[in-house]
């Protein structure tokens, strides 16, 4: 939101950080094996003066990278392509407050990605309002960029699933411990999806194209909220699955009492998974489903049903003290991604519907601390297009850095 | 915890393996020959910048309902129809109908020319009223045109032969077009009957790539604009969709891009081919080469070029009488259609041949072999070629 209001509000928050001048860094031990991928919004440093009742923090990403397509480059290029400020608050014992706000690009778009407020009934009962990340998959609510060795998001988790895709709405989330594991739910009611994921100029369905209405934080495209349900559970020595769906009806199918259309469904379905059960290796990996209910008689490019995903291998090679910092680690990474986005066939001939991709990135990164991350990546994607057309190449290395503050 | 250990070396022996198995750290561009997209060559600095503004209004611009597209539509953009600039696949190919007799140009039945078989959101498509005869276009590749557009009608007319005169059993007719309000004739133009030789087009029923472009922006995605100021959907004016501006520049892309440039024209093969091409008479329709004139693009100026057609109409029987025509064509008559860039077909055809008008070939001797009419005796000395001669002249079309 490119408001001049927005831009205010921001003002705010940093007035609130130059106020904090003597600061005591109160960072969440974040050694626990039984968070869950819904911990991480919490689950984040924040820096609190004394018993002032607002903590704040935030990070922050840049990166270079020199890409070749099909033997044609654009050169050398930088960016940030995201800063992102944190303003917490425990308002009393059991209702907390957590906001996060987001430069993308430096200030091409200002997104509040997350302003909730949280009532703690019970632990297996909690209330939530405001602004929500939809739990859909693990990637959206655990996104922050210092906690990857990768330079870009994982393609599903950003064009299949639109992250970071927040909506305004309220839940209910919960979870119990037994021993060695933890289980946890969340439900939510929020406004939700429109019809330009099927009338865009990307030409293919395409979720991410809902966030470009600037009115879904004021009201709901339609009468029909989106729900969106997620289950987890985590051992401790083995790792988390989570199981996630989200839907929604999302064109307009009446107005003033006017019938428009038919109620068109969209429905998307996540499968997450992490583990640390070998020593020195984490694997990530996530992998989705959309089903969206495409008029028959529009263009088949925009495809009914998509699907995609990735996995993470990280492997630390070393860890030890290195440059003065204690605990620090270097790792090889590499991340294997699919993406489809029109899975089906033509009317016409019966063939394969293409418009799919496949990704490799091996990756090497430094960490000073778990916070802060510099890394190297080479990225190679191979993409078909909608006819299944010879494949567009595009390779290129990316060097980044992001860390909390 | 299971404890693995693993060895630097091998893990990052490992990661350079995955790189070097990407082919090559960086891709490479594929061969010029090998693409049919990109400019002529010699355009100055001005026209460079035109062209890559056709470019992206050609290929990247997709149309939505809020930007024009539809309610009723083919495609979505240009480059749909024509991916890479080439060929299209049946998945964009246009049903047209309407006109059943040469010259008729009025009692057309509602929604003709053009079927708009596909509908935005909340609206229905056209559907054919039964025992509506019809003809389906392939979309063509457009690589070439301006060398095409550049042509004079007397280098046109120098082929055409309508009574047969030569009693080579080749005929070529000019498809005289009644000529949109827009169209302003230029020096190489001849009017006849104030109607214009067509030259685009599977029945040459566009003029000029203005009219084609304009058309297509309006029949195929249901765009409207100064030049075709209606709306496919209910035949009333609305508020032009796309800039003149846009069109033109668009109209400067096709004008400009390069001809397909043939591969392995030395090989031993492909000249065996080209001389069996020659001696089955095929080039008497698939006039291979032509020199264009002075142009008001330099770069298309006296420039010779092979794009193996006449851009006549011919009789190709009564198997591809689909019963419908446009212009002062017949309804069996079909506009020789350049073989430039027809070995690359696949290459934007999503691996697959779909040739002859409607996409009915799937092979380049199937397609020979749904040659009729005029075009009897070719595919009757195609059918009597030995195997080995069939593949030269197989190898030569597919090096074109």
Not at chain 1, 45 to 57: E, R, T
Not at chain 1, 207 to 221: T, W
Not at chain 2, 136 to 155: I, M, R, W
Not at chain 2, 268 to 277: A, C, H, K, S, T
């Amino acid at each position: 939101m490119k408001t001049s209001s927005s831009i205010y509000k921001i003002g705010g928050y940093l007035l609130v950080l130059i106020c904090l001048n003597h600061v005591a860094f109160a960072q969440k031990s974040d050694s626990s094996q039984l968070l869950l991928n819904m911990d991480a919004v919490y689950n984040r440093p924040f820096l609190q003066a004394g018993s002032f009742p607002v903590a704040i923090g935030g990070y922050i990403e840049a990166q270079g990278e020199y890409f070749v397509s099909d033997g044609i480059t654009e050169g050398v290029s930088f960016k940030i392509p995201r800063m992102t400020l944190f303003v917490s608050s425990t308002i009393t014992e059991r209702i907390k407050f957590l906001s996060e706000i987001e430069f993308e690009e430096g200030t091409k778009e200002i997104n509040i990605e997350f302003a909730a407020l949280d009532f703690e009934f019970h632990p297996l009962l909690n209330f939530r309002g405001g602004i929500i990340m939809n739990p859909i998959g693990a990637f959206n609510q655990n996104h922050d960029g210092p906690r990857w060795e990768f330079v870009d998001r994982p393609i599903s988790a950003t064009t299949i699933i639109p992250a970071t895709f927040s909506n305004v709405g309220f839940g209910l989330h919960g979870k119990t411990y037994q021993k060695q594991w933890v289980w946890a739910y969340e439900a939510y009611v929020t406004n939700g999806f429109n019809d330009q994921i099927v009338a865009n100029s990307e030409g293919r369905t395409w979720l991410p194209a809902a966030k470009e209405n600037v009115d879904r934080f004021e009201e709901n495209f339609n009468a029909v909220p989106l729900i969106t349900l997620k289950t987890a559970i985590r051992h401790r020595k083995i790792g988390e699955i989570g199981l996630s769906w989200m839907g929604d009806v999302y064109n307009k199918y009446e107005e003033d009492g006017l019938l428009l259309d038919q109620k068109r469904r969209l429905d998307v379905v996540a499968i997450d998974f992490n583990t640390s059960a070998i020593k020195n290796l984490d694997i990530t990996g996530e992998w989705v489903w959309a089903f969206v209910d495409v008029p028959a008689t529009y263009s088949q490019q925009f495809g009914s049903q998509q699907q995609g995903g990735f996995i993470d291998f990280v492997y630390t090679v070393l860890k030890r003290e290195m440059f003065g910092w204690e605990n620090a680690r270097i790792n090889l990474a590499l991340r294997l991604e699919h993406v489809d986005y029109n899975v089906g066939s033509f009317e016409e001939t019966g063939g394969n519907i293409h418009d799919d991709l496949q990704a490799i990135v091996p990756a090497i990164s430094f960490r000073s601390s778990s916070q802060t991350v510099i890394r190297v990546n080479y990225r190679y994607i191979w993409e078909t297009d909608l006819l299944g057309n010879p494949t567009a190449k595009t390779a290129g290395f990316q060097i980044g850095i992001s860390s909390y503050f | 915890m299971i404890n693995i250990k693993i060895k630097v070396l091998p893990v990052i022996c490992f990661m350079a393996a995955i790189i070097y198995s990407c082919d090559e750290v960086f891709p490479e561009a594929p061969a010029e020959n090998e693409l049919l997209d990109g400019p002529i060559g010699a355009l100055s600095f001005s026209e460079q910048n035109r062209f890559l503004a056709g470019d992206v209004a050609f290929n990247d611009e997709i149309f939505t309902p809020e930007s024009g597209l539809g309610p009723m539509f083919v495609a979505t953009s240009c480059g749909s129809c024509h991916p890479g600039d080439g060929k299209g696949h049946p998945f964009t190919t246009l049903t047209r109908f309407g006109q059943t007799s040469p010259g008729q140009s009025t009692d057309f039945p509602a929604g003709a020319p053009q079927l708009q078989n596909r509908a935005i959101p909340g609206f229905e498509p056209e559907k054919l009223t039964l025992g509506t005869p019809f003809m389906k276009f392939t979309p063509p590749a457009v690589t070439g045109l301006g060398l095409l557009a550049a042509l004079t009608d007397e280098q046109i007319l120098k082929n055409a032969d309508p009574d047969d005169v030569d009693g080579d059993g080749i005929s070529g007719i000019p498809n005289y077009i009644d000529p949109p309000d827009y169209f302003q004739p230029k020096w190489f133009h001849q009017a006849v009957n104030a109607q214009f030789i067509g030259r685009f087009g599977k029945k040459a029923a566009a003029i000029d790539l203005l009219q084609q472009t304009a058309t297509a922006y309006n029949q195929d995605m249901g765009v409207t604009s100064t030049f075709e100021p209606l709306d496919v959907a209910t035949d009333l004016s609305v508020d032009p969709e796309v800039s003149d501006q846009t069109i033109r520049e668009v109209v400067f892309y096709l004008s400009t891009l390069k001809a397909p440039i043939q591969r392995d024209p030395e090989t031993y093969n492909v000249i065996q081919g080209q001389q069996i091409f020659t001696d089955i008479n095929c080039g008497s329709c698939h006039i291979p080469s032509w020199t264009t004139p002075e142009s008001d693009i330099p770069a298309l100026s006296n420039k010779t070029f092979h794009p193996y057609t006449d851009l006549l109409l011919h009789d190709m029987g009564p198997e591809l009488d689909d019963g419908a025509t446009e212009g002062s064509a017949e309804t069996y008559e079909w506009r020789t259609p350049p073989l430039w860039g027809l070995g690359l077909s696949p290459d934007s055809q999503g691996g697959e041949f779909f040739l002859m008008h409607d996409g009915r070939a799937k092979s380049i001797e199937e397609a020979i072999l749904m040659h009729g009419g005029e075009a009897n005796d070719s595919r009757g000395s195609f059918e009597q070629l030995s195997d080995i001669d069939k593949q030269k002249l197989l190898t030569f079309l597919k090096s074109l």
